[in-house]
C-alpha cells in the first residue's frame, strides 16, 4: 500500500514558517525538500530532508536530525575557517545566525510533526471501522 502526503500542504507549512521550498523526486520514489531562507544577517542558507515513501514523518524525523547536528559554534569556526576572515564580531554574528537557524527550523519540524499526526491518525483508520 502507497501512502501519499499533499506536498501543498508541507510548502505551505513551511512559507508560513518563513522558508522557501523547492521539491525534487529521487530514483526511490522519495522526495527531497530543500528549505531555505536568509540568516538573520542576510546570507542565503539552505538545508535538505528527505520524505520517504509518503510518511510526513520522515521528513519530520531528518527536520530533527538536522537540528540536532547543528552547532552554531562549530558552523561559525568552519565559515571562518573557509572565508579566511575572522574577527569576534563575524565570529558572534555567525553563531546567532546559525543558533537562530536552528530554531526556526526546530519551529518548522514541530509544526510538520501536527501535519504528521494527522496523516498518521488517517493512515491507521482501519476500512471495518467506516460500517
Not at 94 to 101: F, K, L, Q, R, T
Amino acid at each position: 500500500m502507497r501512502y501519499f502526503v499533499l506536498h501543498s500542504d508541507i510548502i505551505r507549512v513551511a512559507v508560513k514558517q518563513g522558508w522557501l521550498v523547492s521539491v525534487t523526486m529521487s530514483e526511490e520514489n522519495s522526495f527531497y525538500f530543500d528549505f531555505q531562507r536568509r540568516t538573520l544577517g542576510g546570507l542565503p542558507f539552505c538545508f535538505t530532508a528527505e520524505l520517504s515513501e509518503g510518511i510526513v514523518g520522515t521528513l519530520v524525523d531528518e527536520i530533527i536530525s538536522f537540528v540536532e547536528e547543528l552547532d552554531p559554534e562549530r558552523y561559525a569556526d568552519e565559515w571562518s575557517d573557509a572565508s579566511g576572515q575572522f574577527s569576534p564580531t563575524r565570529y558572534l554574528q555567525a553563531v546567532a545566525d546559525m543558533d537562530d537557524i536552528r530554531t526556526r527550523a526546530w519551529l518548522l519540524a514541530v509544526e510538520l510533526s501536527e501535519l504528521a499526526r494527522i496523516q498518521d491518525e488517517v493512515l491507521t483508520f482501519q476500512w471495518f471501522l467506516w460500517n
